[in-house]
C-alpha cells in the first residue's frame, strides 16, 4: 500500500489540492449566493453585473439594449433591438467556471507570483469572453432565433469551455512546477 502511495503520490497531491480548492471557493460561492432571496426574485449582484455588462456591449449595436429585472424569477431580461431576447440567470455569470479554472491552476501549482498573476490574467479574461459571448448569442438569437438549441446549449458553452481548456494547456506547460521539472530534465 505504501509504495502505491509513493508511486501516486502527486496525481494524489494535484487531486486532492484540486478537491480542496474548488470545495472551498464553492463554499464561499454558495455563501455568497445565500444572501439572495430567491423567493422574491433577487438577483445577485454579480449576475446583475454581467447582464448590465453585456447590455452595454449590445448597445454599441443597437442602442435599444437594455436590462429590466425579471418580476417574479431571479433573472435579469436582456433586450436587443427593444425584444425580449434572453435571460440572464446565475449560471450565466460564469463564476463556477472561474471556480473550476482557478482550482486546476491551485492544483498544478506554480511559483506563487506567477500563479495569483495567471489567475488573476485569467479570470478577466474569461469574463471578458463571457460578457462577449452572452452579447453574440442574443445577436444570434435576435437574428437565427430558430437555431437557440445549438446556440445556447453546444457552440457557446464550447467557445467558453475552449479558452478555459486552453488557459489549463498554456498554464501546466510554461507556468506550473510541472513544466518547470519537465524543462530541468
Not at 98 to 121: D, H, N, P, Q, R
Not at 169 to 177: C, F, P, Q, R, T
Amino acid at each position: 500500500m505504501k509504495n502505491l502511495l509513493l508511486q501516486y503520490k502527486p496525481f494524489l497531491l494535484f487531486l486532492g489540492k484540486f478537491i480542496a480548492s474548488y470545495l472551498i471557493l464553492t463554499f464561499i460561492y454558495q455563501t455568497y449566493l445565500n444572501h439572495f432571496d430567491e423567493q422574491q426574485a433577487e438577483v445577485d449582484s454579480f449576475t446583475q453585473l454581467v447582464a448590465e455588462q453585456s447590455a452595454a456591449v449590445l448597445s454599441w449595436f443597437d442602442s435599444q439594449s437594455y436590462t429590466m429585472p425579471h418580476l417574479t424569477e431571479p433573472t435579469v431580461k436582456l433586450f436587443y433591438k427593444a425584444k425580449y431576447i434572453s435571460r440572464i440567470i446565475e449560471g450565466c455569470n460564469a463564476l463556477s467556471v472561474i471556480i473550476l479554472f482557478i482550482s486546476f491552476v491551485i492544483a498544478f501549482t506554480g511559483k506563487f507570483k506567477k500563479t495569483i498573476l495567471f489567475i488573476i490574467f485569467g479570470t478577466i479574461l474569461i469574463h471578458v469572453l463571457n460578457i462577449g459571448r452572452i452579447a453574440l448569442l442574443c445577436v444570434a438569437l435576435y437574428n437565427l432565433p430558430q437555431y437557440e438549441h445549438l446556440l445556447h446549449g453546444v457552440i457557446f458553452p464550447l467557445v467558453i469551455y475552449g479558452v478555459v481548456f486552453l488557459l489549463w494547456v498554456i498554464w501546466v506547460n510554461k507556468y506550473s512546477l510541472y513544466a518547470t521539472e519537465i524543462d530541468k530534465k
